[in-house]
């Protein structure tokens, strides 16, 4: 199939675009690398043997869009474009909406034009707050607790909405729980700009000497060693639900939701335990103050997927620990600084 890959430059959309192009599939980018770098497209070419049409472009810019949609007779749109940072959300909703929402409408406006009405859209396990029970499936009740999980949950309601308007329409919502990990090359990985967000890059950038100490964001939570408990997914096992989804899609009309998780969760401190093990580097951590708005638990119930998508994870946290840290050795400073 012909597919544009929106955010193809950033960390889950170039590790999808590689198992895209594996399976068969001919790759577009389209991406204004707002947090990204070219080097992740070489990337993407050097472990694929493939050469990747590349367009620097914002999706939210419809004549630039215009110019992408009509360079090939596409399939289908893979649409990971977006800003993620929860913290930043709060301090720049508009930023956030504008982006994320108002650019998907910019997406699925061109899309239509062109009559390429097959979608899979990535979607946030974020959407559902802070539910009472575990694992968490897909009929748990959404309740975004940020300004960036609202964005995902109003581009859910608009794709639902697009799709009861024109039913030809196939979409596939895919609710991602937590992405780590790196290709098994050590060619293209995570790469966050400023300082990481997110525990395992925060772990790996201290095993590798980069930063000093990592800051435990609590350790009084209502889990067995009292440190928040997260469903960590491997990012190739991410990427391949993608091929997943879109096999789904060729079958199956309407709109369609998906967990994509393990169905395992791990600690802080199992994660950190993991990480150390898989370096043979120890990872100083000290127990700080909670991180505003973090949930104790948040695990998946991923057998929707794997009785529809035909997709289960095959990666534990220990390969994701593995792959992530020789991503880092080799690239101590992400792209910018690749080592022999
Ligand atoms: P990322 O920041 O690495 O990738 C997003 C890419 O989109 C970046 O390369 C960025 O430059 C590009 N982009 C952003 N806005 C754009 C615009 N207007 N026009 C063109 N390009 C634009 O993030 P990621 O971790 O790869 O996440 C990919 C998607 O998955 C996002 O939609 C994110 O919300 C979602 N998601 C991620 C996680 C996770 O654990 N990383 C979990 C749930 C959902
Ligand atoms: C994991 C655990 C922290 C950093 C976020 C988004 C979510 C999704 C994935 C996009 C928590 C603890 C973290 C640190 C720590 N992204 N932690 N010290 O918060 O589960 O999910 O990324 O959709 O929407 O909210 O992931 O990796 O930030 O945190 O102790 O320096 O690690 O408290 O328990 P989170 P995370």
């Known amino acids: 199939m012909n597919l544009l890959v929106t955010g193809g430059a950033g960390y889950i959309g170039s590790h999808t675009a590689i198992e895209l192009i594996m399976a068969g599939h001919d790759v577009v980018v389209v991406d204004n690398l707002s947090n990204s770098t070219r080097a992740a497209v070489s990337a993407i070419e050097t472990v694929t043997g493939r050469d990747v049409t590349f367009f620097e472009y914002d999706i939210r810019n419809d004549s630039r869009l215009d110019e992408v949609l009509a360079c090939r007779a596409f399939d289908a749109v893979l649409h990971f474009a977006a800003l ?3 913290g930043e959300s709060a301090a720049q909703p508009l930023r956030y909406y504008a982006n994320n929402v108002a650019g998907t409408a910019t997406l699925l406006d061109g899309m239509n034009d062109y009559g390429i009405k097959t979608l899979v859209f990535s979607s946030s396990a974020s959407v559902y707050g802070d539910p009472d029970t575990m694992p968490i499936g897909e009929d748990s009740p959404p309740d975004p607790k940020s300004p960036y999980a609202r964005t995902k949950l ?8 697009l799709h009861d308007a024109d039913p030809d329409w196939r979409i596939s919502i895919l609710r991602y729980f937590n992405a780590v990990g790196a290709h098994p090359s050590g060619r ?3 790469d966050p700009s400023g300082v990481p967000n997110n525990l395992l890059p925060f772990v790996a950038q201290v095993a590798v000497g980069r930063r000093n100490c990592l800051n435990v964001f609590g350790d009084d939570y209502p889990t067995p060693d009292g440190t928040g408990i997260r469903d960590y997914l491997h990012v190739v096992d991410l990427a391949r639900g993608h091929v997943k989804a879109l096999d789904y899609l060729a079958g199956a009309g309407g709109v369609s939701v998906h967990n ?3 169905g395992r969760g791990y600690s802080v401190f199992e994660v950190v335990h993991a990480f150390e093990a898989a370096s043979g580097r120890k990872v100083p951590h000290r127990v700080a103050a ?3 708005g973090d949930v104790a638990v948040s695990w998946a119930d991923p057998s929707k997927a794997r009785d529809e998508l035909g997709w289960t994870a095959e990666y534990d ?7 992530l840290w020789r ?5 101590p400073r992400g792209f910018s600084t690749r080592k022999a």
């Open 327 to 331: 991503w880092q050795l080799t690239h």
């Open 84 to 86: 993620k940072a929860v």
């Open 290 to 292: 909670r991180r505003p």
């Open 188 to 190: 293209i990985g995570e």
């Open 260 to 262: 994509l998780g393990t």
């Open 154 to 161: 109003i581009t859910e309601n608009l794709l639902h909405d």
């Open 317 to 323: 946290l220990e390969r994701a620990c593995e792959d």
